[in-house]
């Protein structure tokens, strides 16, 4: 069974920054992507940012320019480098890795972004 666990949420100010992890339990290399989601109470799970095995990435319009998508495959990690956040990237946000036929998630982390 994979584990995930996210850390590093919290309360930033608009314009500040966060940076999240998610460790996995095991190699990252054996799934097909590893990503980001965001839910906001009364809205549907959206996707953040993900990487492909080959590096690729994708990243939702409204944080390109200021996410940032990596992983530490010697630790087993994945992280998202979020800059210039905005009150409206308030959300849980979830750690998720693909195996085409499993999918996994973690148990999510609360980014509250307030002045």
């Known amino acids: 069974q994979v584990q995930l666990v996210e850390s590093g949420g919290g309360l930033v100010l608009p314009g500040g920054s966060l940076r999240l992890s998610c460790a996995a339990s095991?190699?990252?290399?054996?799934?097909?992507?590893m990503g980001w989601y965001r839910r906001v109470p009364g809205k549907q799970r959206e996707l953040v940012a993900r990487m492909f095995s080959s590096g690729t990435t994708n990243y939702a319009e409204s944080v390109k320019g200021r996410f940032t998508i990596s992983r530490d495959n010697a630790k087993n990690t994945v992280y998202l480098q979020m800059n210039s956040l905005k009150p409206e990237d308030t959300a849980v946000y979830y750690c998720?890795?693909?195996?085409?036929?499993?999918?996994?998630w973690g148990q999510g982390t609360q980014v509250t972004v307030s002045s």
């Open positions: 998720n890795a693909d195996q085409i036929l499993a999918n996994y």
């Open positions: 095991g190699s990252i290399t054996r799934f097909y992507t």
